[in-house]
């Protein structure tokens, strides 16, 4: 699988974390231009020559690593190696984005981590701040040694490393890249279920002789949503054509496609916002075009609401369409 820092999709993040994928960096220009323009600047930038947080005014010399090891605070459970090693894959990919910054080696040391089965051992709970600092800073640590990583096999090859300069530290954890990875498994096995649910929903069509006529293409021109419209056609595909005796068959049958059409437009929008920003520069502070930028690109707010309620409340509204449940 090659990483350009644009191509990632979510079917991609999900083959890479429990589909055995490898990773190929199809180039480091767009890092290794980030990080010639933060070697080149001289004023005060955020995390890089300042403090953070409310020591952000206050200039300091090589306090980056501390920022690693006082953020490394993960608790509970483990989290289990396929979300942590989609996480790495994304991580790689936004810095291939160009904008953060970080030494381009690190991107190699990442590419290494995933092709050899090396995880951070990262826990269930705790963030500081709104972007995934704790996971981020426990992948940090072990790419600096500090922590061990995880194998799923015995040791055969060295576990990666990679000297993080005391000014990488902020850059390569400034960023979401766990819950866009988390959000990407999840929308992806979402929607290998919501495709089935259609052929759940041709046999149930069978089993009661339900007409087809709700699904015609002229009554999905008459509300035009895509959803509905690509639902009706895959069931058109699916189910028998012969004339009912019945005037109308029970709403579930006649309001499927209006109902799972909802659903998988809803799908398609959590894509959308999901994909982006696992292709996306998401550091605080960009550097780009010669400068650096501080911004809240790391917030994970449009990730937050995609998967969240709206689509799982459209789900459940076809199964209850289906079952009269």
């Known amino acids: 699988m090659e990483l350009d820092g644009a191509g990632l999709t979510c079917a991609r993040v999900h083959e890479a974390a429990y589909g055995g994928a490898r990773v190929a960096i199809a180039s480091l220009d767009r890092a290794r231009a980030a990080w010639a323009t933060a070697q080149e600047l001289t004023g005060p930038v955020y ?59 690190v991107c190699e040391a990442l590419a290494y981590a995933v092709n050899h089965g090396f995880t951070p051992p990262l826990r269930t709970y705790g963030a500081i701040g709104t972007g995934d600092l704790t996971a981020l800073s426990t992948a940090a640590l072990c790419l600096l040694g500090e922590l061990p990583w995880d194998s799923a096999e015995p040791m055969e090859t060295e576990p990666p490393h990679y000297p993080l300069a005391s000014s990488d530290a902020l850059p390569f954890i400034s960023s979401g890249a766990a819950t866009p990875a988390d959000a990407a498994i999840a929308v992806h096995r979402l929607g290998t279920l919501m495709e089935a649910a259609i052929g759940v929903a041709a046999m149930s069509f069978a089993a009661v002789d339900a007409s087809a006529e709700p699904l015609a293409a002229l009554v999905q021109e008459a509300r035009p949503h895509p959803g509905q419209a ?25 309001a499927f ?47 937050a609401p ?17 079952t009269g449940a």
């Open 47 to 105: 995390g890089r020559s300042t403090g953070v947080g409310a020591n952000r005014d206050v200039l300091l010399e090589g306090g980056g690593l501390d920022l690693l090891r006082s953020h490394a605070c993960g608790a509970g459970p483990r989290v289990d190696p396929g979300r942590a090693r989609a996480m790495l894959v994304v991580r790689l990919n936004q810095l291939l984005a160009g904008g953060s910054g970080v030494g381009p080696g």
């Open 230 to 254: 690509a639902v009706a056609a895959a069931l058109r595909g699916l189910v028998s054509h012969e004339p009912s005796t019945r005037v109308q068959d029970p709403y579930g049958f006649r």
């Open 257 to 303: 496609a209006q109902v799972h059409g909802a659903a998988v437009d809803a799908l398609g929008r959590a894509v959308t916002a999901i994909e982006t920003d696992l292709n996306a520069a998401a550091e605080n502070p960009l550097f780009a075009g010669s400068l650096a930028w501080h911004n809240g690109n790391f917030h994970s707010a449009p990730d």
């Open 306 to 322: 995609a998967p969240d309620r709206p689509l799982t409340a459209d789900l459940e509204e076809s199964r209850r369409a289906l």
